[in-house]
């Protein structure tokens, strides 16, 4: 059984520039979060989809963010106008009901 | 509002000991509690996953106890080997399904 992927792992780009981050849960998994650790500080939530619905979005930090889920499969992750705090690891997780999450690898973004 | 600490924030030991990793949280209200590891540059690997209902779960030479009354989780490894160097973290679900996190333990286990 495939994990949790991201893509890309890693992503470089200038203060302003939009970047859009995937996820592809784990096949049959309804939920699908998002959480992401900036430099020094925990991990923080970000939000959580029930298949193609936003259950929960309380951890976006602003209107640059905006994440879907079109179909309830994939998820995509984007910032724009990206901004120098944003710098971070996003993880995204996904889980049967509401159990175990399963995380991916991470997207390491830089913002310069 | 929820908060998750875990002492201490780094540990070192040599090849073989027993050690165990604390984890404290502020609201008992909490619907399972995760223990992750992080390798560097490595996405995070579930460890454990203790529900609410739960004492404990054991998994190989790892244990986990949960205490919601008191809001303390360890974490045990036994006999530890040098693979078990890792940043190891603690999660706390909470009734909307999110996880708030600790700041991690980094353990350093020398050969």
């Known amino acids: 059984e495939a994990g949790v992927t991201q893509f890309p792992s890693h992503s470089v780009i200038e203060k302003g520039q939009t970047v859009t981050l995937r996820c592809d849960p784990i096949?049959?998994?309804?939920?699908l979060y998002w959480y992401r650790r900036v430099m020094g500080k925990e991990i923080k939530f970000l939000l959580h989809?029930?298949?193609?619905?936003?259950?929960?979005e309380s951890g976006m930090p602003n209107n640059r963010f905006l994440a879907e889920r079109t179909g309830g499969t994939y998820s995509t992750l984007k910032v724009q106008p990206a901004e120098l705090e944003d710098s971070g690891v996003y993880f995204c997780?996904?889980?049967?009901?509401?159990?175990?999450?399963?995380f991916g690898p991470g997207t390491r973004l830089t913002v310069l | 509002k929820q908060e998750v600490t875990q002492i201490p924030a780094a540990l070192s030991v040599p090849e073989g000991e027993n050690l165990v990793l604390n984890c404290s949280f502020t609201?008992?209200?909490?619907?399972?509690l995760q223990w992750f590891r992080q390798d560097p540059g490595k996405g995070l690997t579930s460890l454990l996953l203790?529900?609410?209902s739960q004492r404990e779960q054991t998994s190989g030479r790892l244990n986990a106890s949960l205490d919601k009354s008191s809001g303390r989780s360890t974490l045990y490894i036994a006999a530890s080997q040098p693979g078990d160097s890792a940043t190891y973290l603690c999660?706390?679900?909470?009734?909307?399904?999110?996880?708030?996190w600790g700041a991690g333990t980094k353990l350093i286990i020398k050969p």
């Open positions: 997780a996904s889980s049967q009901e509401f159990s175990k999450q399963y």
């Open positions: 096949s049959g998994h309804d939920n």
């Open positions: 609201d008992s209200a909490i619907y399972n």
């Open positions: 203790i529900q609410s």
């Open positions: 999660a706390v679900g909470d009734s909307n399904y999110q996880l708030i």
């Open positions: 989809f029930v298949k193609e619905s936003k259950q929960d």
